[in-house]
């Protein structure tokens, strides 16, 4: 939420804004393409690899265990991935005002979903799924011109492969 006030309070005439993590390769260019495309709405907007009917985890052993007192549902709401989503600038405040009257929980792309619900707001399927990416195999440099975000094993992996893409070329 700390990050969801800032955007709010100094970032008031952005139209869209992503949280993304540092394991990531981000295709900007392709992000924008896709904030460009006829009918992407510019309100109550919410983007990125979602999550439908993902049980809460309730092993202890688990680095997303959430015990029954701080989140009673079996299941979240569809939430984003937290590996990055995007959405629309509007979407900070209200999630600062929803969130005083829900729960905090440390799953914090499932709390989003949370909040969302209780928004009374759907998230929406990017207009191409396949550009969000979980684990890779193995670099492709061709695939990575399509994709939007893809979850990488090291920051070495991401100079590597950013060094690569950005070399002069065709990339397919």
């Given at each position: ?16 804004a ?7 390769f981000?295709?900007?260019d392709?992000?924008v ?112 011109s ?19 893409y ?7």
């Amino acid at each position: 939420m700390v990050i969801m006030d800032w955007l709010a309070t100094r970032c008031p005439t952005a139209a869209y804004a992503m949280k993304v993590d540092s394991d990531m390769f981000l295709n900007i260019d392709n992000l924008v393409i896709m904030l460009q495309t006829p009918g992407i709405p510019r309100i109550n907007y919410l983007t990125g690899l979602l999550m439908w009917n993902s049980p809460v985890i309730r092993s202890k052993d688990s680095k997303w265990y959430i015990p029954e007192e701080i989140y009673p549902y079996p299941q979240y709401p569809t939430y984003p991935l937290g590996m990055g989503y995007i959405f629309s600038n509007d979407l900070p405040a209200k999630f600062v005002e929803i969130s005083k009257s829900i729960k905090p929980f440390n799953i914090e792309d499932a709390y989003i979903g949370e909040c969302m619900k209780k928004l009374g707001f759907s998230l929406t399927s990017p207009p191409d799924s396949s550009q969000f990416k979980t684990y890779n195999t193995k670099y492709d440099r061709c695939e990575f011109s399509r994709i939007i975000t893809y979850i990488l094993h090291s920051s070495e992996e991401l100079i590597n492969y950013w060094t690569d893409y950005k070399k002069p070329g065709a990339h397919c």
